[in-house]
C-alpha cells in the first residue's frame, strides 16, 4: 500500500467551527489532491498541490482552502464548517515520473457537522 | 463538460459467474481512463489503468477494455468470488488535466457476489 495516512479518521464538529485535515505520505509523490465523496455525487476534487506551495482549485472548492508547506503534508480548512461539508474526505498522491498515472487513496476522514 | 455515468448501479451474481462492468463518458479525448475497487469504509485501491492508445489490460481475473470513440469502457471479472463484493469506479481525466490529474468520476457500481 501506499504510504498515505489521514488524520483524524473521524470527527464531529459544530456548525461555524474551523476544521484542519491532515494528509500524510512518505511516498514524496509531488501531486497531491482533496477530493469528498457524497452519495449521490460520487467523488469530486476540492483542491489539488503540484508541489509545495503550489495548489489549485478542483470542482468544488467553495468553503475549502488547503496548504502544502512540506512534500509529505497536505491541509486541508474548512474556515466554517456547514452542515452541506458533512461527507467522507480523501486524500490522493500520484507521481508522473514513477508511477505513471495512477492514483494512490488514503483511507479517508468521515466528517460530520452538526 | 466531461461526465462519466456507471450502470448499472448495484449488481448481484452468484459465486463463479463472469461479469461486466460498464462505464461510458461524454467526452472522448481522453488520454487515459482507471478503474478503481472501493471497499465499504475504505479508500480506493487502483485496479487497472488503460492508455487512449491501448483497447484492453489485464490483471488477474480482470480484464478492462476502452473504445473511446463510443466513449466506452467495461471492466471484465471473470469466475466472480465473494472477495470480489466491493464497489467499482471509473474515472478520467477532467478538463486540463494533462499535467495535472485531474480526475472525474462515476457514481460506482456496487457488486455483491454472492457464495
Known amino acids: 500500500d501506499a504510504g498515505i495516512t489521514q488524520s483524524p479518521r473521524h470527527k464531529v464538529t459544530e456548525t461555524g467551527t474551523p476544521v484542519t485535515l491532515r494528509c500524510h505520505q512518505t511516498?514524496?509523490?509531488?501531486?497531491m489532491y482533496w477530493y469528498r465523496q457524497d452519495p449521490g455525487h460520487g467523488l469530486r476534487l476540492i483542491h489539488y498541490s503540484y508541489g509545495v506551495k503550489d495548489t489549485d482549485k478542483g470542482e468544488v472548492s467553495d468553503g475549502y482552502s488547503v496548504s502544502r508547506s512540506k512534500t509529505e503534508d497536505f491541509l486541508l480548512t474548512l474556515e466554517s464548517a456547514t452542515s452541506s461539508q458533512t461527507s467522507v474526505y480523501f486524500c490522493a498522491i500520484r507521481d508522473p515520473t514513477s508511477g505513471g498515472e495512477t492514483q494512490y487513496f488514503g483511507p479517508g476522514t468521515r466528517l460530520l457537522v452538526l | 463538460k466531461q461526465e462519466v455515468t456507471q450502470i448499472p448501479a448495484a449488481l448481484s451474481v452468484p459465486e463463479g459467474e463472469n461479469l461486466v462492468l460498464n462505464c461510458s463518458f461524454t467526452d472522448s479525448a481522453i488520454y487515459n481512463l482507471q478503474w478503481f475497487r472501493q471497499d465499504p469504509g475504505k479508500g480506493l485501491t487502483s485496479l487497472l489503468l488503460?492508455?487512449?492508445?491501448?483497447r484492453e489490460q489485464t490483471s488477474g481475473r480482470l480484464n478492462a477494455s476502452l473504445d473511446k470513440s463510443s466513449g466506452r469502457s467495461t471492466l471484465y471479472i471473470a469466475a466472480s468470488q465473494p472477495g470480489d463484493s466491493a464497489t467499482y469506479l471509473c474515472?478520467?481525466?477532467?478538463?486540463?488535466?494533462?499535467?495535472?490529474?485531474?480526475?472525474?468520476f462515476g457514481q460506482g457500481t456496487t457488486l455483491q457476489v454472492k457464495p
Open positions: 474515472a478520467v481525466p477532467g478538463p486540463g488535466s494533462s499535467n495535472t490529474g485531474k480526475l472525474i
Open positions: 488503460i492508455q487512449s492508445s491501448q
Open positions: 511516498e514524496n509523490h509531488r501531486y
